[in-house]
C-alpha cells in the first residue's frame, strides 16, 4: 500500500541515526551507494517529494530548479553554506530553504585551528618528511615555523564559526582582530577589535582566517590588492568556500613569500584542488572536512529534519534563509 507520509528526497548517505529518523516519519528516498547524483537524476528523483535534503555538492542551479515537480515544497539543505542554490530562483518557484547553523560551529573552529596551526609549523612537509623516510638529521635550524600563540589574527566574518574560531584562537592568547558586516555587541565581541573595512584590518594581523559565506559580494574577495595589504609573513587559512579565494593570487603571493603559509579545507572546483597549491610544501591542505565529526554530522541532520518537521506541520521553520 503507497504511503501518505511526505516523500523526502535524501540526495547522499547520511548517519544512520538521520537516516532512521527520516525513515521513522517520512517515506525517505535514499542513496545507500552515495553516489553523486547529476541534474537529471535529481530532478527524476523529485518527482512526487515534498522535501529534498541536499548537500552542497548537489548543485541546484536555476536551471535545475525550473525543473523541479510542482510537488516540492522545500530545500531542506544538509549545510549551513547556500551557495550550491540559487535562493532567487527557488523563491521565484515559491520554495522555502532552509540551511543547518550553529551545529558545525564547533567542528569546523577546530579544523580552523588544525589548519593555522598546520600551516604555521609546517605540519604536512614534516609530515610527509617523516612517512618518506627523508628525516635524516635534527639541527636547530630544521624545520623552523612560525608561532602562534600571542600573534594577530583577522576574522573575516564573526557570525558563528567566527566567533567559535575567535574563542579558540584567544586559548592561545592570540589578540583578536574581526571584519564583520556589523560590529558585534561587546559580550559577542569579547575585546576583539572591529574594522568596518577590511583593508583597515590587513596590515594589523599576522595571521588571517576566513568565515563568511560565499555570495556575489564575496567572491574572489582575498585578491592580490589584499594579499599585498597583509604583512609580510602572514598566514592565510581558510575554512569556509573556495570561492572566497582568488587561487591564482594567493599561489602567486606564495611563491613569492608575501604570504608564508596557507592552511585550506575549502576550493574553488571541489572536490581537487588547484594544481598550483600541490607541489607547495608551504600550503596546508584538507578536502573540506570542517564539519566532519560524527557529533556533528547527527546534529547536521537532524537540525535538517527539525526543518522538514516544521514545514510538513505547517510551521515556520527555524533556519529559513529563503
Ligand atoms: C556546510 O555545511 O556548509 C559545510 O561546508 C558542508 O557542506
Known sequence: MPSDKPVVVVTRKLPEAVEARVARDYEGRFNPTDKLYDAEELIALCEGARFIMPCHTEKLTAEVIARLPESLQAICNFSVGYDHVDVAAAKAKG??????????????AEIA????????????????????????DWSPAFMVGR????KRVGVVGMGRVGQVFAERARGFAMEVHYHNRSRLAPESEKGAIFHARLEDMLPEVDYLSLHCPATPDTKGLLNAARLALLPPGAIVVNTARGAL????????ALKSGQIAAAGLDVFNDEPGAPDGYLGLDKVFLLPHIGSATRETRDAMGFRALDNIDAIAAGREPKDRVA
Request: glycine content about 6%; cysteine-free.
Open 95 to 108: 520554495l522555502i530553504v532552509t540551511n543547518t547553523p550553529d551545529v558545525l560551529s564547533d567542528a569546523t
Open 113 to 136: 585551528m588544525l589548519l593555522m596551526l598546520g600551516a604555521a609549523r609546517r605540519a604536512s612537509e614534516g609530515e610527509r618528511l617523516v612517512r618518506s623516510q627523508e628525516w635524516t
Open 147 to 150: 608561532q602562534v600563540t600571542g
Open 245 to 252: 579565494v582568488d587561487d591564482e593570487a594567493l599561489i602567486a
